[in-house]
């Protein structure tokens, strides 16, 4: 008894148009788009109560968060967006190394974003300033720590694909593409939750 | 059991050689097993022990209720001094005993059943699909949840106990509360992760596997009520995840999310930094919590119209009307959550607003109830044993969901809000209600699971002794909590107004304790049938849907040929054919 | 026709030349983030500068959903279920506001 084949697990669905997996990546994406949205109710809430914001300050976001290593950050996870379709891209004109190299950059990239988190994070826990010290940074260090989960998920996801996934395109290319598109829709999603984040927190 | 099938014009994805007839292990065939009908059974027979342990908790919950402050002979002294000191229960204990058969009932045992069991073991055979979109996902699904219950239990061993908030969770209580809250919001992590990826294989499965000739209008309607139940599931458990996650870290890294600046507890000033609103849980909770019901209750609906169709010999009455109706049921349930909140403060704007959600989403509970009904008339009836759960379903839904009406008036809900009658209300929709709906799923389906009938006398027995407890044990909530008296209270006679009305406490409490008697001839049943019940053939119904097509129990791949569907799910009875049904597939003549 | 259907009879060249609005979607990309910090330093008034930021955080996720995730092409199921998630989206973000500051908002009968 070995695994059964699933219909369209490849080829698109004749009415829906696409196949299983981007489906179901979309309705993953849906789940976390709830996901953060409570999360980001939960500080329009918080907020919205405090008689000032930052609680228990004179200073503003901006000059509590480090604004251009956010900035800084912005523009790695784009690059790393674009990164990420190129090495899709490289699938669909049958270029395995070009989407290694592209892929890599995006691992790459993905890490550069947290090393540069870790030493935010390492400046505010030397200041004292740890998510028990108010609630802008209980709402700072959880919406960015669990995007941050998210980015660690993503180079799991995108580092097996650059390594022992990659194996697939030697038996099933327009599987693997399919697989490189459906990881690209996720790492995209982490990079759209970040574009949200980083005015709320930073800038606003 | 060697199966043939045809690919779907999809090239061959896995990486597995052809179909090769290479046996599994045991490990992979039976516990990491990728196949839905085994993981359906896993889930099932699971969620049955969590339902079972649940009420356990219950019937210990019941003695503090009718005797209040008395020794508990025997058990007493067995589950230790901290929790029964001298054999009677501390209030602690009673508390835990209460968040934990709530949490246990709802999220360990009714929806991993409904949903997990059914719902993964029925779907893809009456979709004809040869399993479910994402196999190894599935698995993932279980093993994720079967930690997250063996932690949710292990928390009765924390120090302090397990969770004693309530289900419900609340804080700042439960921000304060000992190490078991901690345990309980990690496994509810676990439980809702492995409920969003299951939510993601039904709605991929539903949509994109259902074999040749199943439009949608043509679907069992027991699998419209699984895809809408997957889509309460997907968008609405995040928000409660995320809850989750902020009151983890108010109880681990001393946040203040849900602790407002100033509060004193046992007189001393909470150090905390304060500013947060304990509502915001309230919001976050009851956005999942009450789609959740319409969780526990879709499942079950889809269940009696697939045994009430089949053992009325007709088609289901108003089965478009039935689908538009829990389409429609489905996404009112996630706008009408704050009828949990009435007594928070809410500005009669709001309250108005979701007072008036709440009374238009009674409409299409009634017109599925109306349906179901009418699917009686003119019927040809079989009581079999799942026909009498699914049968008594209907008073008894109908019940809970009248007195439902009373607590989403916010007048009304002012005075029964906490009492006894919100208890009452919620136990006749899940227990009499969805729980026997399930029963008559387990009769209905297990000679399609295991190949034997189960025994139709021990199935009339475990109905009406079932059925005649449950009447006892929640009816006279309803008088309790009009008389006043408070949910989660220890000692109901430290009030004048809960002396009045003890001794109904008495005659619920011997319900309770005549239920769990009662399940016995079911356990026996569940596991004699499996032995020695008699064997079964594909259809032993004579059903029409097309489950009903492959083998009891299936094989790997499920169906011997490809299965294709030529007509509607229910047509029983059609005039001029030579039997009183006409299965899906079967071509005509 | 989308994009993706043409994609599987595609060649690598006829393919490249679809590249350019990933290049061009990049440097708006970049080009909003700068914006958008720019704007902060003007020290707008509280709910302008929530407005304009959402704003541009709104434009900028619109082109990533759009052309990164080839939303603009994308199948009716899909669309299906984001603008359901939408809609529930919005109601988690703004209902328990609404019902907590319901006397901020100058609703009757608070």
Not at chain 1, 175 to 204: C, K, M, Q
Request: hydrophobic share 50%.
């Amino acid at each position: 008894m070995s695994e059964t084949a699933i219909p369209w697990m490849v080829k698109p669905h004749p009415v829906t148009g696409i196949p299983n997996g981007k489906f179901g990546i979309w309705l993953f994406l849906a789940s976390e788009v709830m996901l953060f949205g409570a999360l980001f109710s939960s500080y329009v809430l918080i907020r919205t109560a405090a008689p000032h914001w930052p609680p228990g300050t004179d200073q503003l976001s901006s000059e509590i968060l480090n604004v251009p290593l956010g900035t800084f950050n912005t523009a790695v996870l784009i690059t790393s967006s674009i990164t990420m379709v190129l090495a899709w891209a490289s699938c669909k004109m049958g270029n395995l190394s070009r989407f290694k190299m592209w892929m890599g950059a995006t691992v790459l990239l993905a890490v550069v974003f947290l090393v540069v988190k870790y030493f935010e994070y390492a400046d505010k826990f030397h200041h004292d300033h740890f998510p028990s010290h108010d609630n802008f940074f209980a709402i700072y260090f959880v919406l960015t720590g669990l995007h941050g989960l998210h980015i660690v998920g993503g180079i799991i996801v995108n580092t097996y694909l650059l390594t022992a996934g990659s194996k697939m395109w030697n038996t099933d290319p327009e599987h693997f593409t399919n697989r490189v598109e459906n990881a690209g829709l996720y790492w995209h999603f982490v990079d759209l939750v970040w574009i949200f984040l980083f005015p709320s927190l930073y800038l606003l | 059991m060697s199966v043939e099938h045809h690919s779907h014009g999809n090239g061959h994805g896995h990486s597995q050689e052809g179909h090769g007839h290479h046996e599994l292990s045991f490990w992979r065939k039976y516990v990491f097993s990728v196949d839905h009908k085994v993981i359906g059974i896993q889930y099932g027979v699971t969620a049955l022990v969590f339902l079972f342990f649940g009420f356990t908790l219950m019937m210990l919950m019941r003695w503090q209720l009718a005797y209040p402050g008395q020794p508990l002979p025997v058990i007493g002294k067995l589950l230790g001094e901290t929790a029964m000191p001298g054999g009677v229960m501390a209030p602690e204990f009673y508390n835990q005993l209460g968040a934990m058969h709530g949490t246990i009932m709802v999220f360990l045992g009714v929806v991993p059943l409904a949903v997990g069991g059914f719902g993964n073991f029925v779907v893809p055979l009456q979709i004809g699909a040869p399993d479910m979109a994402f196999p190894r996902l599935n698995m993932a699904s279980y093993w994720v949840f079967l930690p997250g219950c063996i932690l949710m239990i292990l928390s009765f061993l924390a120090p302090g106990g397990a969770a004693q908030s309530g289900w419900t969770s609340y804080p700042p209580l439960s921000d304060i509360a000992p190490t078991g809250q901690t345990l309980w919001l990690l496994s509810m992590v676990l439980i809702i992760t492995s409920s969003l990826l299951g939510s993601i294989n039904f709605i991929v499965t539903i949509v994109q596997l259902r074999a040749k000739g199943l439009s949608y209008w043509r679907l069992p309607f027991f699998v419209h009520a699984q895809l809408v139940t997957a889509f309460l599931l997907l968008l609405a458990f995040p928000p409660l995840e995320a809850a989750s996650l902020l009151q983890l870290m108010d109880r681990v890294a001393g946040t203040s999310f849900f602790l407002p600046s100033g509060l004193v507890i046992s007189g001393e000033q909470l150090k905390v930094a304060g500013g947060g609103n304990p509502l915001l849980w309230q919001h976050l909770f009851w956005f999942l919590a009450h789609p959740e019901v319409y969780v526990l209750i879709l499942p079950a609906m889809g269940i009696v119209a697939e045994v009430i169709a089949n053992n009325t010999r007709k088609p289901i009455w108003g089965y478009r009307l039935l689908v538009y109706s829990v389409v429609f049921l489905g996404f009112m349930s996630f706008v009408v959550w704050a009828h949990h909140m009435f007594m928070t403060g809410m500005g009669t704007t709001m309250s108005t607003f979701f007072q008036t959600t709440t009374m238009i989403i009674s409409i299409p509970s009634v017109v599925i109830l109306t349906c179901f009904i009418m699917s009686l008339y003119g019927g040809n009836i079989r009581f079999t044993a799942p026909m009498l759960f699914a049968t008594a379903f209907l008073p008894m839904f109908a019940i809970g969901g009248l007195t439902g009406l009373p607590l989403g008036l916010t007048a009304s809900d002012i005075y029964l809000h906490d009492t006894f009658y919100v208890i009452g209300h919620f136990h006749y929709v899940v227990a009499p209600g969805t729980l026997f709906a399930l029963f008559a799923g387990v009769y209905y389906w297990y000679p399609k699971a295991t190949g034997k009938r189960m025994n139709e006398a021990l199935g009339k027995v475990h109905f009406w002794l079932s059925f005649v407890c449950m009447q006892f044990i929640f009816m006279p909530m309803f008088f309790q909590g009009m008389a006043g008296l408070s949910r989660r209270l220890y000692d109901p006679t430290v009030y004048a107004h809960g002396r009045g009305v003890q001794a109904l406490n008495v005659v619920i409490s011997l319900g309770a304790w005549g239920l769990g008697l009662s399940q016995i001839p079911f356990i026996v049943n569940f596991f004699m049938s499996l032995k020695s019940g008699v064997r079964v053939a594909e259809n032993p119904w004579n059903a029409t849907t097309l489950e009903w097509a492959a083998p009891s129990p299936p094989g790997h791949g499920n169906f011997l040929t490809e299965p294709v569907v030529y007509r509607e799910p229910y047509e029983y009875s059609v005039p001029g054919k030579a039997t009183d049904y006409s299965p899906q597939f079967q071509a005509e003549g | 026709m989308t994009e993706q259907a043409h994609a599987h009879s595609q060649s690598p060249e006829e393919f490249k030349k679809h590249l350019g609005k990933y290049y061009v979607v990049f440097v708006a990309l970049l080009c909003l983030t700068a914006i958008t910090v720019a704007v902060s330093y003007l020290r707008l008034n509280r709910p302008l500068a929530i407005a304009v930021a959402l704003v541009i955080a709104s434009v900028k996720a619109g082109l990533v959903a759009a052309v990164f995730m080839h939303l603009i092409d994308e199948k009716k199921v899909i669309y299906a279920v984001l603008i359901l998630t939408a809609l529930f989206f919005a109601l988690v973000l703004g209902l328990p506001s609404l019902t907590t500051f319901e006397h901020h908002a100058g609703m009757p009968g608070t």
